[in-house]
């Protein structure tokens, strides 16, 4: 039956691309926010070049989860978040730019009608909040977001999923949690962008999704049979925090959507933020009567960039730095405290990035400033004097909290019905780096 659906999906995606131009017409009018290209070649450069680096995390991504999980597992782990980059860039160009960033229907979606297989995504056209690129960069741009996203789930359910199971989960993900975030939060008819919800590069979108769905997935698939392994290669994930870390510039920096002061403001809090949580983890896990570890410092300057993520555009250097050390002491506490024993977050996907994403976003509400960035308006963040921004960055987190955490459960069902996520115990017994893939180490 499977050999079939891949058959029909495969011949089906061929042909609409072929006849495409009897039911895909290049759209003569501008739509309500897209605009006439008023290209900057510096602006285009440097996002060419940030859309590289963002799609370097993913393969970075993979480095960094491989090298933590068991030598038996390591190929199918790292081989997730390769796959991301396959299956989310098609389904991207197909539907999902279109979901995202189509026409508003009431705030929550986007209609795809509009974008159906890049349909006005156009080189001679730009979108609204990035006037001097083409269109179709900033849609390019915008993919390696949801590209990442799913990816980033994976560590949560580690050394137990079914391969085929975690696609069919990756692809409703991306239509029915990521795009509907995707839209509110970055879209300028959606309603937390309404709100005056503050996300420079994905706070809520990518990290507090990715996140919450994690803590869904390691409670509806159970616990590992063995849920202590030693790290495969730790020379991995040192590996895999240099990628991230070198492709967070493009994230970050690169949401400017330019190559302006204000990319240069978000390289510098991005950098400071890593810096300053690789340090605070480190010095806690020493406080605490831990040895100074490798691991511990990749984990830390993970947490800060989840971090400084929502807010690298809207906070001081200063600030970022505490952003940096408040997120990490938080997460370490809660790696430490979480209940291991009754749900098995393989690798703390929900205590790094859910939790530092939610601190992200609650800080972007205390330390935004005008100063930085215009965009920040007369609401400034708490330390200001201000409350307005920080309650409305709260009540934004605890919608997306909500919706992503019951929405992934509800896939996760979904899937289940239609072909087992988890594996057999013998086949989790053997790894899934051969049962899954016939390959290993």
């Given at each position: 039956m499977r050999k079939i659906i891949l058959s029909v999906i495969l011949i089906t995606i061929l042909l609409l691309s072929i006849f495409s131009i009897s039911f895909v017409t290049e759209s003569k009018t501008l739509g309500a926010h897209v605009v006439e290209l008023k290209l900057d070649t510096g602006d285009t450069a440097w996002m060419v070049v940030a859309t590289a680096f963002v799609l370097l995390m993913t393969p970075g991504l993979g480095f960094f989860y491989g090298g933590m999980v068991g030598k038996k597992n390591v190929i199918s782990t790292m081989l997730q978040s390769f796959m991301a980059m396959v299956i989310v860039t098609v389904l991207w160009i197909v539907i999902g730019f279109g979901l995202c960033f189509g026409p508003?229907?009431?705030?929550?979606?986007?209609?795809?009608?509009?974008n159906i297989f890049f349909q006005g995504v156009s080189a001679n056209t730009a979108w609204e909040l990035a006037p001097t690129i083409p269109m179709i960069l900033f849609a390019l741009f915008q993919a390696k977001f949801a590209i990442i996203t799913p990816a980033l789930i994976t560590g949560a359910f580690a050394e137990r999923v079914r391969?085929?199971?975690?696609?069919?989960?990756?692809?409703?993900?991306?239509?029915?949690?990521?795009?509907?975030?995707?839209?509110?939060?970055w879209h300028p008819d959606g309603l937390f962008f309404g709100w005056g919800v503050l996300d420079f590069a994905g706070g809520t979108v990518v990290h507090m999704s990715a996140g919450w769905a994690a803590l869904a997935g390691a409670i509806f698939l159970g616990k590992r049979k063995v849920q202590k392994v030693n790290p495969a290669r730790i020379t991995y994930v040192l590996l895999g925090t240099g990628l991230l870390w070198f492709g967070w510039?493009?994230?970050?920096?690169?949401?400017?959507?330019?190559?302006?002061?204000?990319?240069?403001?978000?390289?510098?809090?991005?950098?400071?933020?890593?810096?300053?949580a690789a340090m605070a983890w480190v010095f806690l896990d020493k406080i605490l009567g831990h040895k100074l570890s490798a691991m511990?410092?990749?984990?830390?300057?993970?947490?800060g960039l989840v971090a400084i993520t929502p807010a690298a555009g809207f906070v001081s250097i200063p600030h970022a730095l505490a952003i940096g050390i408040i997120a990490a002491v938080i997460s370490n506490l809660v790696v430490s405290k979480f209940p291991k024993g009754k749900i098995d977050d393989a690798l703390d996907v929900f205590a790094c990035h859910g939790v530092g994403g939610m601190v992200g976003m609650l800080l972007t509400g205390v330390f935004a400033s005008n100063t930085v960035n215009s965009v920040v308006g007369d609401n400034q963040g708490l330390i200001f004097g201000d409350a307005t921004l920080f309650l409305t960055q709260l009540k934004a987190l605890v919608l997306v909290s909500v919706f992503a955490f019951v929405g992934s459960y509800i896939l996760f069902f979904v899937v289940n019905k239609i072909t087992p996520l988890r594996v057999t115990e013998e086949k989790e017994e053997l790894g899934l780096d051969i049962s899954q893939h016939g390959e290993y180490l």
């Open positions: 508003s229907i009431g705030g929550f979606i986007g209609n795809p009608s509009s391969f085929w199971a975690y696609l069919l989960f990756m692809v409703l993900f991306i239509i029915f949690i990521y795009a509907p975030l995707c839209h509110m939060t510039f493009g994230f970050n920096a690169g949401s400017a959507v330019g190559a302006g002061s204000l990319a240069a403001q978000a390289l510098g809090t991005t950098t400071i933020a890593a810096a300053s511990g410092a990749c984990i830390g300057a993970v947490v």
